[in-house]
């Protein structure tokens, strides 16, 4: 299945959809990122979730009811997922747990203190990852042009330095805009 494209409106309905049924979620990824903006500054693919791994099978029962069904991938597992429908929308799922003290015991390893975000996507609030946990989150792995839209956009508004992993992008960016 080849994902087209996950608008604005798409993601609050399936926000609004996951807040009816008490499921928290925090928008990660690239809407996290436009929702931290309080604006759509380029499109999404999918819609990338952390939420409770208590609240997966919900989640799903909730997705599997609207025709969504697992995509297949290779790093798929119990607590990193995508959930697909025949429309090409896709939601990246990412369940952690926490103990008392706020220690992350089980799955995806968000740090307590990166789920603590305020957003907006098209005028709805929203949790998401915290902006310099968001600037955080896009290193370490190779790099894309939507990667590095992103995190300019973050640091010009969070007033956060760019990683050093995209030295190599600027450097191409200043040669290209001396040509």
């Known amino acids: 299945m080849n994902s087209l494209n996950m608008s604005a409106e798409d993601a609050v309905e399936l926000l609004k959809l996951f807040e009816a049924h008490h499921i928290t979620v925090w928008v990660d990824g690239g809407w996290g990122v436009d929702a931290l903006l309080g604006e759509q500054t380029r499109l999404h693919n999918d ?4 939420l409770a ?6 989640l799903r029962a909730l997705l599997t009811e609207r025709g969504y069904t697992e995509v297949p991938r290779d790093d798929s597992w119990e607590c990193n997922f995508v ?4 429309h090409g ?4 799922l990412h369940s952690c747990t926490f103990d008392a003290q706020g220690n992350n015991i089980f799955g995806v390893a968000y740090p ?11 005028g709805y609030p929203v949790q ?4 310099n946990w968001m600037v955080k989150f896009h290193t370490g792995y190779p790099l894309d042009e939507n990667d590095y839209h992103d ?13 050093t992993d995209y030295a190599e992008i600027i450097q191409k960016e200043k040669e290209n805009a001396k040509r």
Request: proline share 7%.
């Open 47 to 50: 819609l990338d979730l952390a």
């Open 53 to 58: 791994h208590q609240d997966v099978p919900t």
């Open 83 to 86: 959930l697909g429908d025949d």
């Open 89 to 92: 929308h896709e939601v990246d």
């Open 112 to 122: 307590f203190d990166s789920l603590t975000g305020k957003g907006l996507i098209h």
């Open 128 to 131: 998401c990852i915290e902006p």
């Open 151 to 163: 995190v300019k956009l973050l640091c010009q508004k969070f007033s956060i330095e760019i990683p």
